[in-house]
């Protein structure tokens, strides 16, 4: 399926997603890893830890809401896979970045915006699994 | 104060992945489908949020520290090794074959989708599965490296 080529757009919301990186930064001294939000979620180190991350948290989800009261139209999500590729992916996805230590945001923006080593190998070979998947799915098993 | 801030960050992380297009996995498999469907969008998300960050980064750690904390909380460990590769490729994986990363669906998770669910839920599983298996690997030697820090 063919999706639109948005360059403004994209650029437009990668450097508000930069600038939440900032402010995450600014304010609290902390990397803006979706991967580390959620494992700090779901363990804590004190409750004052759970506070701040569930607040961002809210904040986050709310970017649909807030996309739709600026344009008048809902955000594009189209998701092309069944359940089934869902919850494996979930599944992978979810060891990935737990032993990974990170994903696009931890390590793709904030990773290498500061130049980590670690980071500088995790990006390029997640960049290429995910490539190489893809391949696979769409034109090797004609999925 | 504080609240309202940490809750606007999120706010203006929300509506940079739902402009940019990283919700949408339809978007994001087309980005590595470059023998097929493929659109370039992506690049100019990973472009524009690197800009903003590498730039903002330092102008941040010109001050001595953070607002509302005492230092800056930065990952230290400069180690390649077999988890960080071995998990990142894995990642990977479940990235192409879903086409959501985190950071992308949890913000996504606002537009109550039932896909967006699914896959967030599968997702805290895969972490719990992982997160067991470290316990597991850890108390069997228990030399090894204790909680890797999360970034």
Redo the contacts between chains.
């Keep these: 399926?063919?999706?639109?080529?948005?360059?403004v757009?994209?650029?437009?919301?990668?450097?508000?997603?930069?600038?939440?990186?900032?402010?995450?930064?600014?304010?609290?001294?902390?990397?803006?890893?979706?991967?580390?939000?959620?494992?700090?979620l779901?363990?804590p180190a004190s409750r004052g830890d759970f506070?701040?991350r569930a607040?961002?948290?809210?904040?986050?989800?709310?970017?649909?809401?807030?996309?739709r009261l600026?344009f008048g139209t809902?955000?594009?999500?189209?998701?092309?896979?069944g359940?089934l590729?869902?919850?494996?992916?979930?599944?992978?996805?979810?060891?990935?970045?737990?032993?990974?230590?990170?994903?696009?945001?931890?390590?793709?923006?904030?990773?290498?915006?500061?130049l980590?080593?670690?980071?500088l190998?995790?990006?390029p070979?997640?960049?290429?699994?995910?490539?190489?998947?893809?391949?696979v799915?769409?034109?090797v098993l004609g999925a | 104060m504080k609240h309202l801030a940490t809750f606007l960050t999120g706010a203006v992380f929300g509506l940079g992945i739902a402009i940019s297009g990283m919700a949408n996995p339809a978007k994001v498999v087309n980005f590595f489908d470059v023998a097929g469907a493929w659109d370039p969008s992506l690049a100019f998300v990973m472009g524009g949020a690197l800009i903003v960050t590498a730039i903002g980064y330092r102008l941040v750690w010109r001050r001595t520290r953070p607002v509302w904390a005492p230092t800056f909380d930065l990952p230290q460990s400069r180690r390649i090794d077999l988890p960080l590769v071995g998990g990142s490729a894995l990642f990977g994986v479940g990235w192409g074959i879903a086409g959501f990363c985190p950071g992308g669906a949890l913000p996504a998770l606002g537009t109550l989708e039932p896909a967006v669910l699914l896959f967030t839920l599968a997702l805290i599983g895969g972490m719990l599965i992982a997160r067991a298996l470290m316990l597991v690997a850890a108390r069997r030697a228990p030399a090894a490296e204790p909680n890797r820090s999360l970034t």
């Design positions: 399926m063919e999706t639109a080529f948005t360059p757009a994209s650029t437009l919301g990668g450097a508000l997603i930069g600038l939440a990186a900032v402010m995450l930064m600014a304010l609290r001294g902390r990397i803006f890893g979706a991967t580390g939000l959620v494992a700090g779901l363990r506070a701040w607040l961002l948290l809210a904040g986050m989800v709310t970017g649909p809401l807030v996309y600026l809902p955000m594009e999500l189209t998701v092309p896979v359940p590729a869902l919850v494996l992916g979930g599944l992978l996805v979810g060891i990935g970045v737990t032993y990974g230590s990170g994903c696009t945001s931890g390590h793709g923006v904030c990773g290498l915006a500061r980590s080593p670690r980071s190998v995790a990006v070979v997640f960049m290429a699994s995910t490539a190489a998947t893809v391949f799915v769409r034109h």
